[in-house]
């Protein structure tokens, strides 16, 4: 059977340098405050468990899982909430922490639901910006890396469940185009 082909986009070393100048971004933009981080599971998870480590701040974190359903017809995607969150938000500095900002459609929702919480601010940081694939606009605070219209795996972002705890960031060649099934057993990193 043929695996998928995985291209190398970025590093274990890239990725920690690059979050740590995001965390400390936002430890110079918070200082003296306590914002709330919210985790956008699943993908989020690796880089939100690297992030809150760099941040010399007390900060409070929490976990809101999302999903993306793709209807048929362009414009029919809506997405859900599965998990909400467990404290509420009013009055405080909020971070969203995503994975991947792709559509917008996600980022997008959830800037709306928090913003009717009433947080004193509300911000969106992504690790990842995919804009060739973007529907709806939404303003990126804290931007990681800019990438190609791509399928993005490892450091939290999967294909099927695998890849995830991959530590560095690999690009697959189009699955949707390719008829290749997802390996039972992904190749190894290099
Ligand atoms: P949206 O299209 O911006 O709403 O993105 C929805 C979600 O799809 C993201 O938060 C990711 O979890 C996932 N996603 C989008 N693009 C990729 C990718 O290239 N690799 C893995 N997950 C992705
Ligand atoms: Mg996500």
Redesign the pocket.
């Known amino acids: 059977m043929q695996e998928p082909q995985l291209t190398p986009l970025f590093s274990p070393d890239e990725i920690a340098s690059k979050v740590r100048e995001i965390g400390a971004e936002i430890a110079r933009d918070f200082q003296g405050q306590e914002p709330v981080l919210i985790c ?1 599971l ?3 998870f690796v880089f939100f468990a690297d992030l809150v480590r760099e941040l010399s701040l007390p900060v409070h974190c929490d976990f809101i899982q ?1 999903s ?1 359903y793709e209807g048929g017809v362009e414009g029919s ?1 809506r ?1 859900e909430i599965v998990r909400d969150l467990g404290s509420e938000i009013g009055g405080r500095p909020v971070i969203i922490v ?12 959830l800037l709306d639901r928090f913003a009717a919480r009433n947080p004193k601010e509300l911000h969106l940081c992504s690790l ?1 910006d ?1 804009p060739l ?3 709806i606009e ?1 303003p990126i605070r804290y931007r990681g890396f800019v ?1 190609p219209d ?4 490892g450091y939290g ?3 099927g469940g695998y890849y995830r705890n991959r530590p560095g960031l690999w ?1 697959l060649d189009d699955p949707t185009t390719s008829d290749r099934p997802v390996p039972a057993h992904p190749p190894p990193p290099r």
Do not use: C, P, Y
């Open positions: 956008v699943q993908g989020a999302a993306l995607e997405v995503e994975d991947i900002v792709d559509s917008g459609r996600t980022a997008r929702t990842l995919k694939r973007r529907k939404v990438v791509r399928f993005i795996v972002l999967d294909l690009s």
